[in-house]
């Protein structure tokens, strides 16, 4: 079993900066495809990124390209949300989750292990 732990979340300005980060334990992390979705109040969960398990291919939402980029440490189970030029509406929770394969996809129903959530505050 995946246990995943996020961090890193706050408030920020409008056109500022953040960096989450989600630790991992159990399983072999470098296995797993990783991923980070999130859910603005009101709003299903969506997308944000992923990347895959050696971490040579990363894919976005159109809305957080050129923004937000995804990395992973797998000799410290971690995986990164770098997040610029943040806006209002990237105010959400935001979640990490693994999926059984190195293989990312965008979708939710792909992932079986998620962190507790982070909340990210952007403020115009």
């Known amino acids: 079993q995946v246990q995943l732990v996020e961090s890193g979340g706050g408030w920020v300005q409008a056109g500022g900066s953040l960096r989450l980060s989600c630790a991992a334990s159990?399983?072999?992390?470098?296995?797993?495809?990783m991923a980070w979705f999130r859910q603005a109040p009101g709003k299903e969960r969506e997308f944000a990124a992923a990347i895959r398990g050696s971490g040579g291919y990363t894919y976005y939402a159109d809305s957080v390209k050129g923004r937000f980029t995804i990395s992973r440490d797998n000799a410290k189970n971690t995986v990164y949300l770098q997040m610029n030029s943040l806006k209002p509406e990237d105010t959400a929770v935001y979640y990490c989750?693994?999926?059984?394969?190195?293989?990312?996809?965008?979708?939710?129903?792909?992932?079986?292990?998620w962190g507790q959530g982070t909340q990210v505050t952007v403020s115009s």
């Open positions: 159990g399983g072999t992390f470098k296995t797993y495809a």
């Open positions: 989750a693994s999926r059984p394969s190195s293989i990312p996809t965008m979708a939710e129903l792909h992932y079986d292990y």
